[in-house]
């Protein structure tokens, strides 16, 4: 917190100084835009130093990807006004200046000065799924449940308590059905070639 003090007023009396500087040069030497321009500047990083000291501004709840693309768009996150402002305002307005900044790359010519400027414009949205929360409570059955009478009905109509008591068919015992039935099936076609060659009237209509 010292430090945060301390640098807000070393920067306080340097624009106060810068101004005091100002007042003594003849007004048509006076640089006076880019001197204004600065100190709005110091009491800006000053007012950030106050702000951290109150409260540290640290990015440790910061999602780390976000973080990185912030990096990466080359916003500087040690500097001071710049913490103050992702840590003093909603993540979504953060994710959306980040978004912005992306979007527009080709375009800013000052990533950090737009930052500070654009984020409090960013509109707060609402963050997480956007989808329906359901709890096991939405998937109780409400149907009522059937009486005892309809469910005697029910088991007598599909013959339910025969089908229970029947014994369960293994894959063996269909193999041993199709065997039995390939053998029935080749015992058929002897008998009919035998009655074939025992028909006499086929004989004595040979050409021989």
Known sequence: MTNHLNNAIALLQSATQSLAELATIPVDRQPLRETVTNTVEQIQR???????????PSLDKIPPELLTKAERLGIPLDDIEV???????HLSQFMGILNEIEQRFEEIRRVREYL???LPDIPIEQLGSRLPVYTAADFEWTEPRLSPTELAAIRSKYQIDRLLHQPPRHSTDLFKQIAAADRAWEQAQLVTQSDNLNDTDD???LPF
Not at 51 to 56: E, K
Not at 83 to 89: D, E, G, N, P, Q
Request: glycine content about 0%; overall charge positive.
């Open 46 to 56: 000053a007012l950030a130093e106050l702000t951290a000291a109150i409260d540290r």
């Open 83 to 89: 913490r103050v402002a992702i840590t003093t305002h």
């Open 116 to 118: 500070l400027v654009r």
């Open 203 to 205: 004989i004595l209509n």
